[in-house]
């Protein structure tokens, strides 16, 4: 494999048959050592990195009811 000039790669095609890796399939990196391993993201793991980022967001004086009223009358007009 090579590195394009726009620092992009390509997996051969039987890599990602092998893999079941589609151009909707998140990946992520990771380094050990002089090693890359390639890595797909599981949705788990998307949902766990949004609660994170979002983890203390939230401002105001909301009671859980009350933000799960204004949640859900959006929900259901």
């Not at 590195?3 to 079941?20: F, H, K, S, Y």
């Not at 909707?24 to 949004?50: C, H, M, N």
Request: proline residues 8%; aromatic residues 6%.
């Amino acid at each position: 494999m090579q590195i394009t000039p726009d620092d992009q790669i390509t997996i051969p095609p039987e890599i990602r048959e092998v893999l079941n890796i589609s151009p909707d399939v998140e990946l992520a990196f990771e380094i050990e050592g002089d090693r890359l391993y390639l890595k797909k993201i599981q949705p788990t793991d998307k949902i766990s990195t949004w609660i994170d980022t979002m983890r203390g967001c939230a401002a105001g004086n909301l009671t859980t009811d009350q933000i799960m009223t204004f949640t859900r009358s959006h929900d259901n007009p």
